[in-house]
């Protein structure tokens, strides 16, 4: 298993532009499920679940169609849930039917009261089809809910949202790796972004 050293080094490799410290995919787990575990058990409330876990199966397998209608059965049987529309939403966004996943994951933001995981994914969702649309506005809107609510990839999108914060990432980046190697480090490396 690997420590926190060991995912820094890593995320600085393969996610550059983020500030030192901060991880890529590494949720803020208690945040994430404060409110499933709130969660009312019911036989419904099961019956939707099992549901949901076979549309994901049939979903990994290729079979869209298949897992479309295992997860409208789930939203049937437990209407309230809004997991069961978040799943849906990711299979016809996959299907091309972006309008009826917007209307799907607006249903699970609002049954969620925009808390916990359910609404998390589908505020990190629905900034992707805002960004797909070129609505720039809107998707950062959403990546900063979903953020709020200890999303780090959200927060990797804020990033590569903003060049600016980019740009002065990638010149601190600079700057620390020379001091960690003993090389100089002038004014003008720093303002100009050399390596």
């Given at each position: 298993m690997a420590n926190l050293t060991d995912k820094?080094?890593?995320?600085?490799?393969?996610?550059?532009?983020?500030?030192?410290?901060?991880?890529?995919?590494?949720e803020d787990e208690d945040s994430l499920n404060r409110d499933e575990n709130d969660e009312e058990e019911s036989e419904q409330t099961n019956?939707?679940?099992?549901?949901?876990v076979a549309g994901v199966k049939l979903a990994?397998?290729?079979?869209l169609p298949g897992a479309?209608?295992?997860?409208?059965?789930?939203?049937e049987v437990a209407p309230s849930r809004a997991s069961g529309y978040n799943n849906r939403a990711q299979t016809l966004r996959l299907l091309?039917?972006?309008?009826?996943a917007q209307t799907d994951l607006n249903n699970a933001i609002n049954l969620s009261n925009g808390k916990g995981r359910a609404a998390c994914q589908a505020y990190c969702q629905r900034g992707l089809l805002y960004l797909r649309n070129n609505?720039?506005?809107?998707?950062?809107?959403?990546?900063?809910?979903?953020?709020?609510l200890g999303s780090q990839f959200a927060k990797a999108q804020l990033v590569q949202?903003?060049?600016?914060?980019?740009?002065?990432?990638?010149?601190?980046?600079?700057?620390?790796?020379?001091?960690?190697?003993?090389?100089?480090t002038n004014e003008e490396d720093v303002t100009q972004g050399k390596q």
């Open positions: 820094e080094v890593l995320n600085a490799i393969f996610n550059p532009l983020l500030p030192l410290g901060e991880l890529v995919y590494e019956e939707a679940k099992q549901l949901e990994e397998t290729g079979d479309l209608q295992l997860f409208s059965k789930a939203i091309g039917k972006i309008d009826e609505s720039v506005d809107s998707a950062k809107a959403d990546f900063e809910e979903a953020s709020k949202m903003n060049p600016y914060a980019a740009l002065c990432n990638k010149m601190l980046k600079s700057v620390f790796t020379k001091l960690q190697n003993g090389e100089s």
